[in-house]
């Protein structure tokens, strides 16, 4: 198991489980806090073939290089983080992207996961992946008519694709709630019940620098949850705690190092919204942008 120093307290991680365990009587010195963000998700390319709707990222066709994520995901692990989530983009277009793993998961103690809209998964890519990733996020907003409608792309090709998954390697489901999905929430849940999902993560969708959704939607939103939270497991984008009424869903914010993100441009930054960030390419060593970092978090926020 790995862990790190919280202000919470000693947190230990199983990467290969997931399993979370925190030693809360333990007083921690915040001289001793690790110093990088607990998760670290990484955009490694802009490229993507879909075409969403609602799709936030500038589609290019760029790509982080091989070594930059090896070195980055090294560093993280050395200070730190537990795990790190690849995303984009689609990250499955990234021509690496399985010999970064599998060097990854031998070389660090880092958990990864993948987030994906999960076209390209195929028997060959489960089998190369499974031994070397801890998670798989796919993207499905809702069955169809909903799916098409967002996604451009049947439903009924990807479902096969989930039952590959299925008992290879632990998913969820991830879903952009917005106001074509807010009520539909309960078909998602069927179909996360029947492909035997480990996860729902629900994401609010978020245009032009702000939420989308009405006092209605997120009520609508808060109390689906509030119905559905002990029958299946729930998270949801901690930018939206203070939209809803649902304090078993987050973390004690006392600590703000929980989640960094590197973008395309190698900065580092709170979360893929924010424009602020710091540049990798700036510092000599990851100790001294880390340490930045740590003083700057609360105010990139
Ligand atoms: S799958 Fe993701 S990256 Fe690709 S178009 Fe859709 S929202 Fe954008």
Redesign the pocket.
């Known amino acids: 198991m790995k862990s790190r120093i919280e202000p919470q307290g000693l947190h230990y991680y199983d990467r290969k489980s997931g399993t979370h365990i925190l030693l809360d009587e333990i007083k921690t010195r915040s001289s001793a806090y690790s110093l990088a963000p607990r998760t670290v998700s990484i955009a490694i390319t802009d490229e ?1 073939d ?3 709707s ?2 936030y ?1 500038n ?1 290019k066709d760029s790509f982080l290089s091989k070594e930059d994520i090896i070195l980055y995901c090294k560093q993280l692990d050395r200070f730190g983080t537990f795990d790190i989530a690849f995303g ?3 990250p499955t277009l990234h021509p690496d992207l399985i010999e970064i793993c599998n060097t990854i998961w031998k070389e660090t103690n880092l958990g990864i996961s993948i987030t994906t ?1 999960g076209h390209h998964l195929n028997e060959d890519y489960i089998l190369k992946l499974k031994d070397n990733l801890s998670f798989i996020r796919v ?1 499905i907003d809702g069955i169809e008519p909903i799916y098409s409608q967002l ?1 451009k792309r049947p439903l009924d090709n990807l479902l096969p694709k989930l039952k590959l998954l299925s008992g290879q390697i632990p998913f969820g489901i991830n879903a952009v709630i917005n106001k074509l999905t807010v009520n539909h929430l309960d078909d998602l849940k069927s179909l996360f019940l029947e492909y035997g999902g480990f996860e729902l993560l629900l994401l609010p969708m978020w245009h032009k620098g702000k939420f989308v959704l009405t006092d209605n939607e997120w009520s609508t939103l808060n109390q689906w949850i509030e119905n559905n939270h002990k029958e299946i497991p729930i998270r949801i984008s901690s930018e939206s705690k203070k939209y809803l009424k649902l304090p078993f869903l987050f973390d004690n914010d006392e600590w703000d190092n929980d989640y960094g993100f590197i973008g395309i441009d190698k900065t580092l930054r709170k979360n893929s919204f924010t424009k602020e960030g710091i540049s990798i390419g700036q510092y000599d060593t990851f100790e001294l942008l880390l340490t930045d970092w740590r003083n700057t978090v609360s105010v990139l926020n």
């Open positions: 993507c879909l075409t969403c609602y799709c990222v589609l984009g983009g689609e809209h993207s996604r």
